[in-house]
């Protein structure tokens, strides 16, 4: 069985910094790209990041380039989020994503919205 864990979230103030998580099992990690998308009260998934199978290429949604690094760890079948600079309009549950063999920059919705992905994780920015 599938599973993606994510953790790390929490509230934080405009400028902080969080690490997500998340623990993926089930599955050959390092045959995956991974995703991290992110969903606002009231809207639909936005995608935040994308990393390749071997985590040499990764793709950034523009307005976090320059705040967020994702990484992973095949050893550990883990990926991580890392944010800095964070303001309001990052408030979000954040979810990562199982993808397939190849990663693509700014995936369609549709894809994102057909993928397995974790129960989230709240991420708050507020004074």
């Known amino acids: 069985e599938v599973q993606l864990v994510e953790s790390g979230g929490g509230l934080v103030q405009p400028g902080g910094s969080l690490r997500l998580s998340c623990a993926a099992a089930?599955?050959?990690?390092?045959?995956?790209?991974m995703y991290w998308v992110r969903q606002a009260p009231g809207k639909g998934l936005e995608w935040v990041s994308a990393?390749?199978?071997?985590?040499?290429?990764?793709y950034y949604e523009d307005s976090v380039k320059g705040r967020f690094t994702v990484s992973r760890d095949n050893a550990k079948n883990t990926v991580t989020l890392q944010m800095n600079s964070l303001k309001p309009e990052d408030t979000a549950v954040y979810y990562c994503?199982?993808?397939?063999?190849?990663?693509?920059?700014?995936?369609?919705?549709?894809?994102?919205?057909?993928?397995?992905r974790g129960q989230g994780t709240q991420v708050t920015v507020s004074s």
């Open positions: 994503v199982k993808g397939e063999n190849v990663v693509v920059d700014n995936p369609p919705p549709t894809f994102l919205n057909s993928q397995m």
């Open positions: 089930g599955f050959i990690f390092s045959n995956y790209g």
């Open positions: 990393i390749s199978l071997g985590g040499g290429t990764a």
